[in-house]
Every structure is written in C-alpha cells, then in structure tokens.
C-alpha cells in the first residue's frame, strides 16, 4: 500500500517569508509525528497529532512554528517568518494504534531559507 | 535523562564482516526500542525493534541485543553487505501516550566490497 508522503520534496525560500509543508500519512493511522533533521541536532521530535489534536506540542522551536491536522489525516506544518536556522529536513511519520510504537516515516520537505 | 546515546559516529566493515552500533539510554520508562535505516535522500525505514521484555531479538541478517540493566541495546549486523551502508538511528520512546522517538546520533556505515 502507499506510504507516508510528504510535499513539497524540497523547498527554497528566502528569509523572513512563511512555508508549508505537507504530509499524507498512510491510510488509516490515527498518529501522525513531524520531527526535524538538522545537521547541528540530528533527529529531533516537533509535534504529535492524535486524530486532529496535537496533544505534544514540546518539541516546536518558537511560535513561529505550527502545525494542523484535519480529518484525522493530512498534516500540514507552517513556519512563519524563516530563519536561516529552520534549514533542514522536515519528517512525517504515522503511526496505527494497533502496533503501539512502529512509526513509519516519509521521503521529508528539505527546505533551505536563503 | 531523555537522552539516547550512539556510538560509533562512522564505522567501516569489510565485505561478510559484523557490524555493531551500541546505544545507551538514562531514562527506564523507555519500552521501545527501534533502529532505522537510512539512505541518503530518503526517509528513515523501520529495520528491526524490539522491547524490554526479551533480551534479543533477530531478523534475518539483522539482530538487536537488549541488556535491560545496563540500560544499553544493540544492533549486529551479520554478514555485512555493500548494500547496507547507509546512516543507522537507533531510538527509544515511553508508554506516555504520545510515544514519540528520543534518537540517537546516527552512524554512517560504509561496507567495502
């Protein structure tokens, strides 16, 4: 069956200007995961969404950063005003309830802020 | 406390050889263990996961360790082929509802032919 996919696969933007990024997770997984990967801080956990609500929001940097869920299915991240520093590649990952802990993950959003 | 530490950094194996990437862990509310595989450009792939229950776990070529007192976890590669270079995350969550991974470092493997 298809996988976790994520749009666009790479994105440039200058600073200062907002982006989203996209997420399709596999048919039918109620938990959907953003994490970053950076150079700097390797695999870092952003946001998790159960159906539609987000009941961990820790890992969000700043509240330039946010993220909605809608119809229990596509994610959809914004950063606001972008920074040099929010260069790095944005990943998706779902999640069924009926195998506690296997999160499977997308292709990411690399995204470079010029 | 939320750490997970990986070693190596990189690792070179010949061709048919083992490789070993070790992790520790502070926090014993961790109960999932997974490893991914990643190859450059792509996502992180699901390899192998086990729990704290079982000290060992094998999948084909692929086996984990797990000493649940030493709070450390392992990944053995067996018979190591080229193809299997690539960066090696282990990662650990807890039954807190949201189970979100803590990662490690990663390793870059490189196995010669």
């Known amino acids: 069956g298809a996988g976790v996919s994520q749009s666009p696969s790479n994105k440039v933007t200058e600073k200062g200007k907002d982006v989203e990024l996209r997420c399709d997770p596999i048919s039918g997984h109620t938990a959907l995961y953003w994490y970053r990967q950076s150079l700097g801080q390797g695999l870092e956990f952003l946001i998790y969404f159960q159906g539609n609500s987000a009941p961990d929001k820790s890992g969000l940097p700043s509240d330039r950063f946010s993220a909605e869920r809608t119809g229990g299915s596509v994610s959809t991240l914004t950063i606001q005003r972008t920074q040099q520093e929010d260069s790095a590649v944005y990943l998706c990952?779902?999640?069924?309830?009926?195998?506690?802990?296997?999160?499977?993950f997308g292709p990411g959003t690399r995204l470079t802020v010029t | 406390q939320q750490q997970v530490k990986q070693s190596p950094q990189s690792l070179i194996v010949q061709k048919g050889g083992i490789s070993i990437i070790n992790c520790a862990y502070e926090?014993?509310?961790?109960?999932?263990f997974p490893w991914y595989q990643q190859f450059p450009g792509k996502g992180p792939a699901l390899l192998i996961a086990i729990r704290p229950d079982v000290s060992e776990k094998k999948e084909g070529r692929f086996t984990i360790s797990f000493n649940k007192s030493a709070k450390q976890f392992s990944l053995h590669i067996m018979d190591s082929q080229p193809g299997d270079s690539a960066t090696y995350f282990c990662a650990a969550s807890e039954n807190s509802g949201t189970y979100k991974y803590i990662f490690g470092t990663g390793t870059r493997l490189k196995v010669l032919a």
């Open positions: 990952a779902s999640s069924s309830q009926g195998v506690i802990g296997e999160q499977y």
């Open positions: 926090n014993t509310a961790f109960d999932y």
